[in-house]
């Protein structure tokens, strides 16, 4: 990605504005979010292989607590790690059910995502994957559990009915515009124990609408994130561990 794009996408995140065109006390919602991040890192694991990524997604919520949405993300495992020959691209698509149980302060969120990797695997394992989840949230603090029921799992085969525990909390930091997060997740894979991983990460964002209403909505952030993932099992064809301890910043805008 050159210091072009990089550039206008920043432009575009700090500048950006929305209008809304929704009837008052509507009960359907319509979000986006875009984001640009030093590192695609997800569940510990580098997406892209160190390199920059550009995100964006779309949602649309109903006020029973129904969604759907889907996000998209540039990738580069499928090449440099699965052994596709062409690909570089993620899509998901998602969609479920999340409300509050009532006076308990409890919350729930129960859904399924496709995740989609357009591309020519060649003779290698396709690496979408289908997963359901569940998680359970209370103020600043949520465990999921995700469960896969596709027979390859992000490029592994006979994988069906892997799973991923991940704990996680997110503390607002009294009225200061920074939020605290911290996290731990566990990968099982079926069939595949060598892939077998622990992650975990911290995190630091802030609100830069507490800066200016210009830059409402615009959050910039960096975590630091770190996993026990074996180095012979999950470095590409670079020589990139893949599950190396490793610091991202990003900037990201919701609309």
């Known amino acids: 990605m050159n210091k072009l794009v990089f550039a206008l996408a920043l432009v575009g995140l700090t500048g950006a504005s929305a209008t809304v065109l929704a009837a008052e006390e509507s009960p359907h919602s319509l979000s986006a979010n875009v984001g640009m ?23 649309y919520s109903h006020s029973s607590g129904l969604y759907v ?18 690909g570089n691209v993620e899509i998901d698509v998602y969609g479920g059910f999340r409300n509050e149980i009532g006076g308990t302060g409890l919350s729930y ?27 359970l949230g209370w103020k600043w603090f949520t465990a999921k559990y995700s469960h896969y029921v596709s ?12 799973n991923y525990l991940d ?28 892939q077998d991983y622990d992650d975990w990460k911290i995190s630091l964002a802030y609100d ?10 615009v959050t910039v952030g960096v975590a630091y ?4 993932a074996k180095s012979s099992k999950w470095t590409d064809n670079n020589s990139e561990f893949l599950g190396k301890d ?7 805008k919701s609309f």
């Open 37 to 59: 991040y030093s590192n695609y890192v997800f569940r510990g694991i580098s997406q892209t292989g160190g390199d920059p990524a550009l995100q964006g997604g779309l949602d």
């Open 69 to 86: 949405g889907t996000w998209g993300s540039n990738v580069g495992w499928l090449e440099d790690y699965q052994g596709y020959t062409s």
């Open 109 to 135: 969120d129960v859904g399924v995502i496709q995740y989609m990797y357009p591309g020519n695997k060649g003779t290698v394992t396709k690496a979408d994957t289908s997963e359901i989840y569940a998680s």
């Open 151 to 162: 027979d390859e799992v992000f490029g592994f085969a006979n994988a069906k009915n892997s």
């Open 167 to 194: 704990i996680s909390a997110s503390v607002p930091i009294a009225e200061t515009g920074l939020t605290a997060g911290a996290h731990w997740g566990t990968f099982k894979f079926e069939n595949n124990g060598a």
């Open 208 to 217: 830069l609408g507490k800066l200016s209403k210009v830059t409402s909505d």
């Open 225 to 228: 994130t770190d996993t026990n």
């Open 246 to 252: 490793t610091t991202t910043v990003w900037i990201s």
